[in-house]
């Protein structure tokens, strides 16, 4: 179905800032929802962001609003999560989701809202 590539993330200090990726191919659906999601060792995969086709429609988790921004370039079917201030419990694994909708939807916020993730890409915050 439609696959899901993550790239940007690395080592870096706390305070320091990433910029996810995540380019998106094998599009069946003429719009998309799409989200952020990571996974820390020996936790549940927890929703971070999530941006409407128009990106008019943006959520985020409380404990990164402030600091994570996601947007999205349709043209290039990519959509991109700005990670600043970046906290040691900010590590772990991002993974980026995507359902089509026919009109665009919301910022959907839950894992099941979604049927398509990327591999993920690790992102891992120093003290």
């Known amino acids: 179905q439609v696959q899901l590539v993550e790239s940007g993330g690395g080592l870096v200090q706390a305070g320091d800032s990433l910029r996810l990726s995540c380019a998106a191919s094998g599009l069946t659906f003429s719009k998309y929802v799409m989200a952020w999601f990571r996974q820390a060792p020996g936790k549940e995969r927890e929703f971070v962001a999530a941006?409407?086709?128009?990106?008019?429609?943006?959520a985020y988790a409380d404990s990164v609003k402030g600091r994570f921004t996601i947007s999205r370039d349709n043209a290039k079917n990519t959509v991109y999560l700005q990670m600043n201030s970046l906290k040691p419990e900010d590590t772990a694994v991002y993974y980026c989701a995507a359902v089509g909708s026919n009109w665009g939807g919301p910022a959907y916020t839950k894992e099941y809202e979604y049927d398509s993730w990327g591999q993920g890409t690790q992102v891992t915050v120093s003290s």
């Open positions: 941006i409407s086709w128009t990106g008019g429609s943006t």
